[in-house]
């Protein structure tokens, strides 16, 4: 059984030795951790505790597809980057409202979207093998 130290120390190894593109990888499914953590929430029969796991976890998700954001590069990948930035501003956007009016439906919208990327993302990481640098219009060198 791990205990939390152990854990802890485990995560921070599987972070320092992922590649460039793992690291993506992870950063996608923390986001979608995230996102479910944050929907069964809504399911928690206390209101303070309801709106603390929604909104600390949609926050989290928030900073994660930021990052995401972060990692594009406009220049070397053109109008791609440039499309899935504006793609992530609508996800931020939508968890926004989701935050504000604490409705499910947009998490569901985002977690749709971000696993589809996530799977391809996934896929091109096969195809290409775990040593990618530079993919798809992001820089990963961050």
């Known amino acids: 059984m791990f205990t939390a130290k152990k854990l802890a120390s485990y995560k921070t190894v599987a972070v320092d030795t992922a590649s460039p593109g793992r690291l993506i990888l992870m950063l996608f499914d923390g986001a979608l951790r995230f996102m479910s953590a944050a929907e069964l929430g809504f399911e928690n ?9 929604v909104h600390n976890n949609l926050i989290r998700a928030q900073d994660i597809i930021h990052e995401l954001q972060r990692s594009l590069n406009l220049k070397q990948g053109g109008e791609f980057a440039a499309n899935l930035f504006r793609l992530y501003d609508f996800m931020n956007t939508k968890l926004m409202e989701a935050n504000m009016k604490k409705e499910p439906e947009n998490i569901r919208i985002v977690a749709r979207l971000l696993g589809e990327i996530r799977d391809a993302w996934e896929q091109m990481l096969r195809e ?3 040593g990618v640098e530079q993919t798809a219009g992001m820089s990963l060198s961050a």
């Open 45 to 53: 029969t206390c209101a303070r505790t309801r709106q603390e796991t």
């Open 128 to 130: 290409q093998g775990s």
